[in-house]
C-alpha cells in the first residue's frame, strides 16, 4: 500500500519555495565548475570544532555529488602541538614556523595521519568515498629542506625536517578523481633520499591547485577574509585583483597570518588557477555560500 502523500501547510510550502529557490540560483554555478576540480585547505578552529567540522564535509561531500572534484589538503598545527605537550616535548617556532627536529617530525607524521583517517572516515559516512593520502604516496610531493635567509647580521636559521616543494606530481589525485574518490592529502612530503619533511598546508594545497590546473583554491581560516579594518568584520573586502595585494600589504591592510595565506593564494593564481578564495570556516556552510551563491562571503583573490 502506498503512502498517502502530506498535505502540506502554508508555512511548510514558505519553507519548501525557499529552498527550491536557493537551489535554482545555485544551478548556474553548478554547471559552471560541473567536472572542475577545487582544492580546499581545511584548517583553522573548523577542523576542532565539531558541528563546524560536519557543515564543512557535508559541504565538500555535496559539490563532490553535484560534479565537481574537491580535493582536501589539511594541516595540524594545533594538534601537533597538543600532542607534543602530552609527550613533554616543548615546541619552538622562529618567525611563526615550527622548528622540526627528528622527535617533532614523528610526532607531526602521526598527528597527521590520525586527522587524515578521521577526515576520510567522517567524507565516507556523509555519503562521499574518500582516500587518504600523504604526500610522500605516489611521489604526489617532492620537496627540498627549507633554508632561511639570515637575518639581522645574524646566521642562516635552521628550521629542522620543515620542507618547501619542489615538484608536484598529481597522477595519483587524478587517478582516485576518475573513479569519484575525494582526496584528502596531508603536507607531508619527501626529498630525494626519501627523507621526511613537515610542510605548510596553505602553500601545499597552492602547489596541488597549480599542478591539477584547478579552478578554484579554498582556503579555510578563522576570519572573515582581507579587512580593511581587523577588527571590523563590515570592512571585508569581497574581490581583490592579484595585482593590488602588494600595496595592501605596503600599507597594512594585508598583515600578520594573512601575508602568508594571500602568498599561497598568488603562487596557485600564477600557474593558471582562475580565483582563491580566503574564508571564514565557522560560518555554517561558507564552502556553499562562496561557491554557490552570487556574493560569497569570503575574499576572492583574481589573476
Wanted: charged share 25%.
Amino acid at each position: 500500500m502506498s503512502e498517502t502523500p502530506k498535505v502540506m501547510s502554508d508555512e511548510e510550502l514558505k519553507v519548501c519555495l525557499e529552498k527550491a529557490k536557493i537551489l535554482a540560483e545555485a544551478l548556474p554555478y553548478i554547471q559552471e565548475f560541473r567536472g572542475a576540480a577545487i582544492v580546499i585547505k581545511y584548517g583553522g578552529h573548523a577542523m576542532t570544532d565539531e558541528t563546524l567540522k560536519q557543515y564543512i564535509i557535508e559541504d565538500i561531500v555535496l559539490l563532490e555529488i553535484v560534479g565537481m572534484k574537491p580535493v582536501v589538503v589539511h594541516g595540524g598545527g594545533p594538534e601537533i602541538t597538543a600532542m607534543m605537550d602530552r609527550l613533554g616535548l616543548k615546541p619552538k617556532f622562529v618567525d611563526g614556523m615550527r622548528v622540526t627536529d627528528a622527535a617533532t617530525m614523528e610526532v607531526a607524521e602521526m598527528v597527521l595521519s590520525k586527522i587524515r583517517g578521521e577526515l576520510v572516515a567522517r567524507i565516507n559516512t556523509n555519503g562521499g568515498r574518500a582516500v587518504g593520502l600523504s604526500g610522500k604516496d605516489g611521489g604526489l610531493f617532492q620537496c627540498r629542506k627549507l633554508l632561511a635567509e639570515p637575518k639581522d647580521g645574524g646566521g642562516a636559521v635552521d628550521y629542522g625536517f620543515v620542507g618547501e616543494i619542489t615538484r608536484v606530481d598529481p597522477e595519483v589525485i587524478r587517478t582516485l578523481e576518475e573513479q569519484q574518490f575525494i582526496p584528502v592529502v596531508s603536507s607531508i612530503g619527501v626529498d630525494e633520499k626519501g627523507q621526511t619533511y613537515n610542510m605548510n598546508a596553505d602553500l601545499a594545497a597552492a602547489e596541488l591547485a597549480r599542478a591539477l590546473k584547478a579552478r578554484k583554491l579554498v582556503l579555510l581560516t578563522d576570519v572573515r577574509g582581507v579587512l580593511r579594518n581587523p577588527k571590523d568584520p563590515s570592512t571585508l573586502i569581497p574581490s581583490i585583483p592579484a595585482q593590488d595585494v602588494a600595496g595592501l600589504v605596503s600599507a597594512g591592510v594585508i598583515s600578520g597570518g594573512m601575508i602568508p595565506k594571500t602568498d599561497a593564494c598568488l603562487r596557485a593564481l600564477d600557474e593558471g588557477v582562475e580565483k582563491a578564495h580566503i574564508l571564514d570556516g565557522r560560518l555554517p556552510h561558507a564552502l556553499l555560500l562562496e561557491l554557490l551563491t552570487p556574493s560569497g562571503v569570503g575574499t576572492q583573490i583574481v589573476a
